[in-house]
Each structure stands twice: as C-alpha cells, then as structure tokens.
C-alpha cells in the first residue's frame, strides 16, 4: 500500500569533518524509506562578530552568511545530483539548542540525523546537542556513524536491541526489516543469561539473537558481535528500557550507525 505522503528527514550538521559521511549515510537511507532530506546548520553569533561595532557586526554575519551558503550548496550538490534527491537546506544564527528547538517545533521532521564524534563523550554539535534532540524530538533519531556508513544501492544488515521491532511506535522498523539483507540479528540485554535461554521461546530470532548477561561491558560486548557479524544498522528505542547509564554507554561504544526510534 502507497505511503499518502514521504517521510521527512532532518540532518543536523556542524560542516565539520564526518559531514559528508553523514550525508552518504541519509541519502542511503532516504532512498530506503523514500524520504525527503533537509540539511540545517546554526551558529553562535558570537563566533561571527569579534567586537560591538554594530556596523562590523552586520557586515561580518553578511559576510559569513554568503560563506556558509556557498559551502552548504557546494557539500549538498554532489549527493543530490548522484542520488536525484532533492536536499533542501537553511541555516541560522543563534542559540544552537533554541534554534534547533525552533526548527523540530515548526517543521515536525519523521527523522533527525546527527553525526557521531571519534570523542568518547556526547557532546556531539557541542553543547550536549544529542541530548537534547532525544529529549526534545518525539520521532526517530539516527546517529550516523564515520566507520560504517550506510552505502547507496546496498541492502542494510540490520539489527534489533531488545524489544525494539514490537515496541516501537512507527512503521519504519518493519519498512527497514523488509529490506534489510537476512537473517537479522537480534541482541538482548538481560539480568541472567543463562536462565533467559532455558525459558525463552524465540521462535523468528532463535537462530539469530545474542543474549548478554547485562554488566558493565554489555555495550562493548554487543559492540564487538555488530562488528563481527557486519550490522550497519542498530535499532532500539530511545527510552532503551528506561536505562539511561545502558544508552549512553551502546551510543558511545558502538562504532556502527543507530536508530533510535520511540
């Protein structure tokens, strides 16, 4: 059955170096779930104007706007012409968080797309941008990797955290399931491992699921199974079972790319 209308993916970007992997990874997604991509940047004014000459102010924000248009129009042109998708784009001036805020209130995107630092912490964007979108976008969010991103015209190897394929609230898990390359993996994070497989009944994910006893290494032993096991895509949801120490630490141990869906 036809869509009424295409899924809306937001890139949130610093025009830092993972830009363009970033971008490989949204174009290779979009075509998946037939999406329309828009591109936003923001930037404190403070970084523009070096002094309180209110002429020089305007002439350095008029200056770096032409700057920063160009560069975006020039990063985006390339991927929207080998992928015929149209990639809208706008930036501002301003509060980062404020901003952005702005922008998921007025234009209510399915998905946000960040990309994610080589630095262990989440201060992704800066300001703890990862953070807030999770706490202030209601959709999905991917957090795109540098080392394993999502390839054009190649099917995904997708995996599901936990309860993520029954729990979530949107179709794009199962849209992603069905054209995803099989089997799927599934991995779970429970108290005690060894009584988990003697009660579970599987069924689909019997052949497929990797249990962890859950420690202070789970995030890096399922880390080490996605690599392994050549998963490009990991779905969970944001809540990850209400344990937020457990999403943080998969977000900053993984190396492939996340959906976190609610």
Same mark, same amino acid.
């Given at each position: 059955?036809?869509?009424?209308?295409?899924?809306?993916?937001?890139?949130?970007?610093?025009?830092?170096?993972?830009?363009?992997?970033?971008?490989?990874?949204?174009?290779?997604?979009?075509?998946?779930?037939?999406?329309?991509?828009?591109?936003?940047?923001?930037?404190?004014?403070?970084?523009?104007?070096?002094?309180?000459?209110?002429?020089?102010?305007?002439?350095?924000?008029?200056?770096?706007?032409?700057?920063?248009?160009?560069?975006?129009?020039?990063?985006?042109?390339?991927?929207?012409?080998?992928?015929?998708?149209?990639?809208?784009?706008?930036?501002?001036?301003?509060?980062?968080?404020?901003?952005?805020?702005?922008?998921?209130?007025?234009?209510?995107?399915?998905?946000?797309?960040?990309?994610?630092?080589?630095?262990?912490?989440?201060?992704?964007?800066?300001?703890?941008?990862?953070?807030?979108?999770?706490?202030?976008?209601?959709?999905?969010?991917?957090?795109?990797?540098?080392?394993?991103?999502?390839?054009?015209?190649?099917?995904? $190897?997708?995996? /599901? +955290?936990? &309860?993520?394929?029954?729990? !979530?609230?949107? #179709? %794009?898990? *199962?849209?992603?399931?069905?054209?995803?390359?099989?089997?799927?993996?599934?991995?779970?994070?429970?108290?005690?491992?060894?009584?988990?497989?003697?009660?579970?009944?599987?069924?689909?994910?019997?052949?497929?699921?990797?249990?962890?006893?859950?420690?202070?290494?789970?995030?890096?032993?399922?880390?080490?199974?996605?690599?392994?096991?050549?998963?490009?895509?990991?779905?969970?949801?944001?809540?990850?079972?209400? $344990?937020?120490? /457990? +999403?943080? &630490?998969?977000?900053?141990? !993984?190396?492939? #790319? %996340?959906? *976190?869906?609610?």
């Amino acid at each position: 059955m036809k869509k009424e209308k295409k899924y809306k993916i937001l890139v949130l970007s610093d025009l830092k170096e993972n830009t363009q992997s970033v971008l490989k990874s949204t174009v290779s997604f979009a075509k998946i779930i037939d999406a329309d991509i828009h591109f936003f940047y923001t930037k404190k004014p403070a970084e523009i104007v070096k002094n309180d000459n209110q002429l020089s102010a305007k002439r350095a924000i008029n200056e770096e706007y032409f700057i920063i248009d160009k560069k975006i129009k020039s990063l985006i042109s390339s991927f929207s012409e080998d992928s015929n998708i149209n990639i809208k784009h706008s930036f501002s001036f301003g509060n980062v968080k404020s901003e952005i805020g702005d922008f998921l209130s007025k234009n209510k995107p399915d998905v946000v797309v960040l990309g994610k630092r080589k630095s262990k912490s989440l201060n992704f964007l800066g300001d703890n941008i990862t953070d807030f979108v999770l706490q202030k976008h209601i959709g999905s969010v991917i957090i795109a990797s540098e080392k394993s991103t999502l390839e054009p015209h190649k099917k995904l $190897n997708l995996g /599901f +955290l936990n &309860n993520t394929k029954d729990n !979530t609230s949107i #179709s %794009l898990a *199962l849209e992603l399931k069905e054209k995803s390359k099989e089997p799927i993996k599934y991995f779970r994070v429970v108290k005690d491992a060894e009584l988990y497989n003697k009660t579970s009944e599987n069924l689909e994910e019997e052949k497929n699921e990797y249990v962890f006893e859950e420690n202070s290494t789970s995030s890096k032993n399922i880390s080490n199974y996605l690599t392994k096991n050549n998963v490009n895509l990991l779905c969970f949801t944001k809540k990850a079972d209400n $344990n937020t120490a /457990f +999403l943080k &630490n998969i977000i900053k141990d !993984t190396e492939v #790319s %996340l959906l *976190l869906t609610t």
